[in-house]
């Protein structure tokens, strides 16, 4: 720390004629800087008296004079910064730009300069050059550096009659924010002090001075601090939040063009408060946000229309949406963006107050629909808005008992046929899947679809332009034909065109769809456990057919993988099925997403399918380890380790350890682990933990001696301590102003920063409980 201190002094020399003359500033500093640390090290490895003293005594007071000047140049900068006689503002920002840069090196600067004044002092500073934003920046994050999180509250509260230096840490907390956001963390919706923030952020909305710049940063902050916090959200708008954030709405409105951006800000924090909140809505409507959102939309086009036409959906539902719509001109830019406002919203889940809109919204599109015709941009956004608000309706009412429903759907099959447009039969197969998944009872009608989609699937083969688009639209309408005639529609069109990747892709796609979505363990009707031997035969030749294309592979081992698991529990794994795993892994052993993908089939096929206590299942899996040793699968596995030490992906690794578990026994999890270049990989240990975990609950023979348990509870403890030296390494190492971080104490977890340790610690506090039993056993007896 002393070492900066000294290169600061050596900084203020630069300017002296003497030293000008003689060296160059900073290489003088450098120069300066080289000594005194191999004084110090020198002082360190020093073993005789009384050199050693007489060493030590002179860096202490040669670092005691550094200190010295340091601290009164500390007190100097603050105090004549905040004069402005004779003092320009550019001054002035140079010395809180020195101070900052001092603070940002040493932690004594930061406590010399809370000696001097502190925070009030930095805000006397800024409210003394209101026109100077350079300087009201470099402040704010100054406070930041001193305090934190609390150094923007404690300066918002200090200049409450400073519109510029409030807009100045507004935005400073809505860049912390995203940049947390960005980094992984959780944002200022976990702060401690967001309360407190989200109050001074109002008061400095609700201003009488607050500025249009005020307004927008104001506005953005919040909507940042209000996310995913609806509680706060509550409490904001019992203070008058509400009305403020309409009140910045109706300013942004009156500023014409120049508001833009602050309409756009409002009425994302406006959407922030009643996302999930319908007490907030109903206030906001109580308002008259409706009306003033309305007029907002009709006489901004473009970016500002776009999000007007959302919130208004967000606060009113859809039916506001469409009368905006209906009235708007013919032409009007608010037409679109009405439409994809009602596409978007119709997909969302709804308040119960909105879906009782949905009937008369469906009433509305469909006569639009009718008028617009099968073709063009509108068309699409119609018939997108339109099969949003019948998927909402579909589960709620069978065929045949309301007009506009069959209606709605017969108009939807009609646009798959061939005097439609690719993009608006793509629109309707997408809606038409949907309702599919939602309501089983309209897949018998929705079967009128499938020689359309089959129609067009057919005709793609020989489109050559636009692959990327014609691609994404094969997986839709496979998609949409799998979950209204289940596997045999796909598997058939699979077969019918073994020799396109792109079919087979799609095809693998469609069928992780029905298998991995909800429907298609509540449906037996979707997914029967006879087809499975079919599928696996056809996912089976699509991978060998297309060795060599890496998106086949991936999706067929995960499609094997699951079809493996419907199949009876006394069913023998098909040969076809490993083999294409295996030769997937063989083929692709450098690319991530087969590698995974694999990993996760082999422990599909070796898990019991009706689990532990299922003979049939056990057995199945016994013959499985055994074709899987004579394949030199452990070895395979035990490279793979190697290739991939630095990963972080847990169930990659967990997969691989069970695998390998089952295949090699425990001692070959324990090698792994004990092996130099995996030492640093937590995400590793973590996932060995769990796998043996699983192994030991599943297949308690593995445990062959209490020997063995013995060793895999000493590792177990072993990686437990490794993980909380770690942490509290990590969090010694921190920036205490991120106000982000804490450690485990006591096997709790304090904070954000180690959920890794605090999940490595409850993976083997469970393992070390099943250990105990077989550890216990010998000794008792």
């Not at 305090?147 to 200090?158: K, N, R, S, V, Y």
């Not at 079919?503 to 029905?514: H, T, W, Y």
């Not at 076809?576 to 082999?602: D, F, I, N, Q």
């Amino acid at each position: 720390v002393f070492f900066f201190f000294l290169l600061d002094a050596a900084m203020v020399n630069y300017s002296n004629p003497v030293f000008s003359d003689v060296v160059d500033g900073a290489s003088f500093a450098v120069d300066v800087l080289a000594a005194v640390s191999a004084l110090a090290a020198c002082y360190s490895r020093l073993e005789h008296e009384p050199l050693k003293g007489d060493v030590g005594n002179a860096t202490a007071a040669l670092v005691g004079q550094i200190e010295g000047h340091c601290r009164e140049l500390v007190r100097a900068l603050l105090a004549s910064a905040s004069s402005c006689e004779g003092q320009s503002g550019e001054v002035a920002y140079d010395k809180i730009w020195t101070l900052r840069e001092m603070a940002s090196k040493s932690e004594a600067t930061c406590s010399w300069i809370m000696e001097c004044g502190g925070i009030p002092a930095v805000a006397q500073v800024l409210k003394a050059y209101p026109q100077h934003s350079q300087l009201h920046n470099e402040g704010t994050w100054l406070c930041y550096k001193l305090c934190g999180i609390d150094g923007f509250a404690q300066l918002l509260q200090q200049t409450q009659d400073s519109m510029p230096v409030q807009e100045a840490a507004a935005w400073a907390i809505a860049q912390l924010a995203k940049n947390q956001i960005d980094r992984g963390k959780v944002g200022a919706s976990e702060w401690p002090q967001g309360d407190l923030l989200a109050n001074l952020l109002l008061q400095a909305l609700r201003a009488q001075g607050a500025t249009l710049e005020v307004r927008c940063a104001c506005c953005s902050a919040l909507q940042l601090l209000l996310q995913a916090r609806p509680c706060r959200g509550t409490l904001f708008v019992q203070q008058g939040g509400a009305k403020a954030a309409l009140d910045a709405l109706a300013a942004g409105q009156a500023a014409g063009a120049e508001g833009s951006k602050v309409l756009v800000a409002s009425m994302h924090l406006i959407t922030t408060l009643v996302d999930g909140n319908a007490e907030v809505a109903n206030e906001l409507r109580s308002l008259g946000a409706l009306n003033a959102l309305v007029t907002c939309g009709m006489s901004h086009p473009g970016k500002v229309t776009d999000q007007t036409m959302w919130t208004l959906g967000q606060v009113g539902g859809i039916l506001p949406v469409l009368e905006v719509m209906v009235n708007a001109p013919g032409g009007s830019p608010a037409v679109s963006s009405c439409l994809v406002a009602i596409a978007k919203l119709a997909w969302l889940p709804l308040e119960d107050s909105f879906q009782q809109q949905v009937p008369e919204a469906a009433k509305t599109l469909l006569n639009i629909a009718r008028r617009v015709g099968t073709s063009g941009d509108v068309a699409e956004k119609v018939l997108q808005a339109l099969g949003g608000v019948l998927n909402v309706m579909a589960p709620h009412i069978e065929p045949g008992r309301e007009q506009v429903m069959d209606i709605g759907v017969s108009l939807l099959i009609d646009a798959t046929g061939s005097s439609s447009s690719a993009v608006y039969a793509q629109a309707a197969v997408a809606s038409i899947g949907h309702i599919a998944a939602q309501a089983p009872a309209w897949r018998a009608p929705l079967k009128r679809a499938l020689p359309g989609i089959a129609e067009r699937l057919r005709h793609m083969e020989t489109i050559e332009d636009d692959v990327t688009k014609c691609t994404r639209q094969q997986k839709t309408f496979f998609w949409a034909s799998a979950v209204i005639a289940g596997l045999p529609v796909v598997l058939e069109q699979m077969q019918r065109q073994a020799a396109s990747s792109r079919v087979q892709e799609a095809g693998l796609r469609a069928i992780l769809g029905i298998l991995e979505c909800e429907v298609a363990s509540q449906d037996e009707g979707l997914v029967d456990p006879k087809h499975a031997p079919a599928a696996i035969a056809v996912v089976a030749d699509a991978m060998r057919g297309h060795g060599m294309n890496m998106e086949v592979q991936w999706l067929g081992c995960r499609a094997l993988g699951l079809l493996h698991q419907i199949l009876p529990a006394a069913v023998q794994t098909p040969p076809e099925a490993l083999e294409g795993v295996l030769a997937a892994m063989k083929r692709h052993p450098s690319w991530y997403k087969v590698t995974s993908a694999a990993c996760a089939a082999l422990r599909g096929f070796l898990e019991p399918r009706q689990g532990r206590d299922s003979a049939a299942a056990s057995a199945v899996t016994g013959q499985m380890v055994t074709v899987l040793r004579r394949q030199g699968m452990g070895a395979t596995l035990q490279r793979m380790f190697s290739d991939w030490s630095d990963s972080s992906d847990k169930e990659l690794l967990e997969d691989s350890f069970y695998a390998l578990g089952l295949v090699e026994g425990l001692p070959a999890i324990l090698q792994v682990l004990a092996a130099g270049e995996h030492l640093a990989n937590v995400a590793l240990r973590s996932a060995a933990l769990q796998a043996m975990f699983e192994l030991i609950r599943t297949f308690p023979d593995l445990l062959t001696t209490p020997q063995l348990a013995q060793n895999i509870y000493a590792v177990a403890n072993t990686i437990v301590a490794r993980t909380d030296e770690a942490d509290k390494a990590a969090a010694a190492g921190k920036d205490a102003g991120d106000n982000t971080f804490s450690y485990k104490q006591g096997g709790e977890l304090h904070g954000f920063a180690s959920v890794e340790g605090a999940e490595i610690a409850r993976r083997a506090e469970l393992l070390i409980g099943m250990l105990q039993g077989a550890i216990a056993a010998p000794a008792a007896g």
